[in-house]
Structures are given as structure tokens and as C-alpha cells.
């Protein structure tokens, strides 16, 4: 089976705090992601990461960076974090088809609180 | 730009009833439609729909694709109280088909 752990399940983090969240993946999966889910307003797409070095932003990257320096973990970086950072983070990866078409796997999420 | 509607955004049924779910979606270069369910963790893979009008299908819960009208509906017949959950469709969007999301559909099963 897939298994995609996320460090970090309950975090609790002061304003202007730098905080790190964690993510690997044991398939070999090419393209690992990072989303956020809130209420009302569902899976957001932080960044996204098609190989080992290469990521690709999402639709909500502002006050967030990643790194992926080995294939199996993806890392999400809140440079300094604010209130409304606060959210469930979840990570997922994917292995890549032919067509681009594979399901992704999800972690079981980091709730992060910024006090 | 590339949009995935879902809807209705919460639901609340008795056990028994049977429900359908819509999504429908906007994208350059469709591929495929993928729908998970989300109880209190991570979302789980429930189907992936490639081809207009093929009907997938697992226990109580099918669902088709209709790459005219743009737009696919799960069905659970015989809902149970276990079916509560946030159900979440998604489609591979851009050239790296990055996977965007809807804003997922809350359905509470009553006993």
C-alpha cells in the first residue's frame, strides 16, 4: 500500500514563527503536492512538485515556499507565519501515467493553529 | 481560467434515500474526472472517469462522465449513516495536470 506520512498531525505556532511541515512518500511517486482545506472553501493547491528539484506553484503560494531535495519527501516552509495561515494542510503524491491521469494519495494532514 | 463547480455544497438525507452529487468543470484539455470521499482524514480514491457515459461502479455508489454537457454525478443508492462525509471531485488541470479541486459537497446521513 501507498504510504504518505506527514510529520507534524497537531501543530500550534505564535505570529511571525517559522514553521516546517514534513511529508514523505514510499512509492517513488514523481509529483508530490501540498493543499490547504478550509471550510466552505475546499482543497486550495499550495504548491505542487513534478520531480526532485522542480516545483510549480499553485493557485495560493503567497507566504509559503517548498523544497523537494530527494524524491520521497516534499516540504512545506511558512517563512513567517500568520493567523490566517491557520488551516489543515494536507499533503498527497502521485505516480505520473502516460496520460497524466493517476489518482493522487493523501497524507492524513497537519492542523496548524497561529496564535 | 480552469473551474470545477460542485453541487449542492451540503445535503442532509435519511438513511435510505439515495442521492446524486453533480460536478461540473471548465478545463483546456480534458483528461480525466476523479472523485474522493473525506471522512475525518485524508480523502480517499473512490473513482476516475475517462470516457463519456461509462458507468463506474462500487457497491452503492456509481458514477458517469459526460464530456458533452461537462459534467459528472456520483449516485449513492441506500445511503447509510456511514456515507456522511465530504465528497470531492477534482480534474488534472495545466500542463503538469496539477489536480484542481471543487469545493466539495457535505452530505449528513440521518438515522
Known amino acids: 500500500d501507498v504510504k504518505v506520512t506527514q510529520s507534524s498531525r497537531y501543530l500550534v505556532k505564535r505570529t511571525g514563527e517559522k514553521v516546517f511541515l514534513e511529508c514523505v512518500q514510499d512509492m517513488d511517486h514523481e509529483n508530490m503536492f501540498w493543499y490547504r482545506q478550509d471550510p466552505g472553501l475546499g482543497l486550495r493547491l499550495i504548491y505542487f512538485?513534478?520531480?526532485?528539484?522542480?516545483?510549480e506553484k499553485g493557485d495560493i503560494p503567497e507566504g509559503y515556499s517548498v523544497s523537494r531535495e530527494k524524491k520521497e519527501r516534499f516540504s512545506l516552509i511558512l517563512e513567517s507565519a500568520s493567523t490566517n495561515q491557520t488551516s489543515m494542510y494536507l499533503c498527497a503524491s502521485r505516480l505520473i501515467d502516460r496520460a497524466y491521469t493517476g489518482e493522487l494519495f493523501f497524507g492524513e494532514g497537519s492542523r496548524l493553529t497561529v496564535l | 481560467e480552469d473551474k470545477v463547480v460542485q453541487s449542492p455544497l451540503s445535503l442532509v438525507v435519511h438513511e435510505g434515500d439515495t442521492v446524486t452529487l453533480n460536478c461540473s468543470y471548465e478545463v483546456t484539455n480534458f483528461r480525466s474526472l476523479l472523485w474522493y470521499k473525506q471522512e475525518k482524514k485524508a480523502p480517499t480514491f473512490l473513482f476516475m472517469l475517462?470516457?463519456?457515459?461509462i458507468e463506474k461502479k462500487s457497491g452503492r455508489l456509481s458514477s458517469i462522465l459526460d464530456k458533452k454537457e461537462l459534467f459528472s454525478i456520483l449516485n449513492i443508492t441506500a445511503t447509510q449513516t456511514g456515507d456522511s462525509a465530504i465528497y470531492l471531485c477534482a480534474v488534472p488541470t495545466g500542463a503538469n495536470s496539477k489536480l484542481t479541486f471543487g469545493k466539495g459537497i457535505t452530505l449528513s446521513v440521518r438515522p
Open positions: 512538485s513534478y520531480d526532485v528539484k522542480m516545483k
Open positions: 475517462t470516457s463519456s457515459g
